[in-house]
């Protein structure tokens, strides 16, 4: 368990630096909540993918969703306008996040190795968090009304609704048509969003334990059956 704990501070400290250089940046504000799950999204892939045991890789992106989660409860301490409350919240969204990211990188190493499967995963994952600025122009109501739910930085915004509408914010507000000429309500909770991202995870999660059982059993029938020395 020791090395478990050692092979996560890497990566903890990794997150929690970068997260705290956002934080110096745009403050307790909405930005510092979407650039942590962005962090997330680019760095759980390799540090997951490079670790051959499940449990290491799994210690890996968990250092890295709770140093940026360390940093948004220190932030919340620190501000006014974010309460605990909603700051478990918004790392409930980032650990769904995070663990359906680390499932999706270890499921693809399989076929792809380490190196491949790290990046295929932050390309989908930037394309899934970037999807209101590139896409909007071609999305219908249908679509919206299906992505929105489910989008992290959605989930939130609802969490944080007193720091502002995301795509009210003056940028956004330039590079979307979201609640402009294409209508968008905010999702009412962080469950569709979470329960979405846990049964990605789930789902790729379960042949990567069973192929581990599996091979742990095989290696202690031979290791019976081996004569004694």
Not at 13 to 34: K, N, S
Not at 188 to 199: E, K, N, Q, R, S
Request: proline share 7%; with cysteine; charged share 10%.
């Amino acid at each position: 368990m020791r090395k478990l704990f050692i092979i996560a501070m890497p990566p903890f400290l990794l997150a929690a630096l970068a997260t705290t250089l956002g934080c110096l940046a745009v403050g307790a504000t909405l930005g510092l909540f979407f650039a942590g799950v962005m962090i997330a999204a680019i760095v759980i892939p390799p540090l997951a993918s490079w670790r051959q045991d499940l449990p290491e890789s799994i210690f890996a992106a968990g250092g890295v969703i709770d140093g940026i989660g360390v940093v948004w409860l220190v932030a919340a301490l620190l501000s006014s306008d974010i309460t605990f409350v909603r700051w478990f919240q918004a790392y409930i969204v980032l650990l769904a996040c995070g663990s359906a990211s680390w499932a999706t990188t270890l499921t693809l190493r399989r076929a792809t190795g380490p190196t491949a499967a790290a990046a295929i995963v932050v390309m989908i994952e930037s394309l899934w968090l970037t999807w209101p600025i590139y896409a909007s122009p071609w999305i219908s109501r249908g679509p919206v009304a299906l992505l929105a739910p489910v989008d992290p930085l959605f989930a939130l915004n609802r969490v944080f609704i007193d720091l502002g509408v995301w795509t009210q914010q003056r940028l956004m507000y330039r590079l979307t048509s979201l609640g402009q000429d294409v209508p968008l309500s905010l999702p009412a909770t962080i469950l569709p969003c979470v329960m979405f991202h846990l049964v990605i995870a789930s789902v790729l999660a379960l042949p990567l334990w069973w192929s581990r059982a599996r091979r742990a059993a095989s290696k202690a029938h031979q290791t019976e059956a081996s004569p004694a020395s």
